[in-house]
């Protein structure tokens, strides 16, 4: 089945730091994959997507690349502000069947201080 | 565009009692999809419609547990019989069926606490 592997938080930066959020998946056929965002007390918001391999999903200085070789989709930004502080999940959808049902990763708390 | 919106955001209920949630899609997606989660842990599926066909079901939703789409529009998640064990938040999201890249967009969630 689908399954997503996030690295484990809570990851906590400074301002202006450089930030990786590793993300793997296992999936069959050719997935598309989506970094969401959730800010405390909300639901979760739409970060960016790639649909097949090679792309670049990119969106407030985070970017991240369909790696199909090595089945990884990691999440960076150039310089974190204070605002980014979330938890950001990585999720797939299948390619076979209709269902289009995301499947997501367990999460990644990160804390960013002034 | 007034993005998925979700009722109640909060409810605390005793063990045992009934609770149902409502959720309003976006206008024009007709697919809508229920999803759990518990604290620490990713958005786990729990059943989507598109138009008012329930299409696909997890293990995850017991027999106490019942989701309704009857226009093809609003949907509700009853939970019957609540259990401790129900205590998370209930995110409804919704789509297009245009194909696995288009985006599913979440409302706020309802957060279930069970006393």
């Known amino acids: 089945g689908n399954s997503v592997t996030q690295m484990e938080g809570p990851v906590t930066l400074s301002e202006e730091a450089f930030l990786t959020i590793n993300c793997t998946y296992t999936a069959t056929g050719y997935p598309s994959l989506f970094w969401y965002v959730q800010y405390p007390g909300e639901g979760l918001q739409l970060l960016l997507k790639a649909t097949k391999a090679d792309d670049k999903g990119s969106n407030k200085g985070f970017e991240a690349t369909y790696r199909k070789e090595t089945t990884s989709f990691h999440l960076e930004k150039g310089s974190v502000q204070v605002s980014d502080s979330a938890v950001y999940f990585c999720a797939l959808t299948n390619s076979g069947g209709s269902n289009y049902k995301l499947t997501f990763g367990k999460g990644t708390l990160l804390t960013v201080n002034p | 565009d007034t993005g998925v919106s979700q009722d109640p955001r909060h409810k605390i209920t005793k063990r045992g009692q009934n609770v149902t949630f409502r959720c309003d899609p976006i206008s024009e997606h007709n697919r809508l999809y229920w999803y759990r989660q518990t604290l620490g842990q990713g958005p786990e599926f729990l059943t989507y419609?598109?138009?008012?066909?329930?299409?696909?079901k997890s293990r995850l939703l017991s027999d106490r547990f019942s989701a309704e789409r009857p226009k093809g529009s609003f949907s509700t998640l009853e939970i019957q019989r609540t259990e401790q064990g129900d205590s998370a938040m209930y995110l409804c999201?919704?789509?297009?069926?245009?194909?696995?890249?288009?985006?599913?967009?979440f409302g706020e969630g309802s957060w279930l606490t069970v006393v």
């Open positions: 999201a919704s789509s297009l069926a245009n194909g696995p890249g288009n985006t599913i967009y």
């Open positions: 419609f598109q138009n008012e066909a329930q299409l696909e």
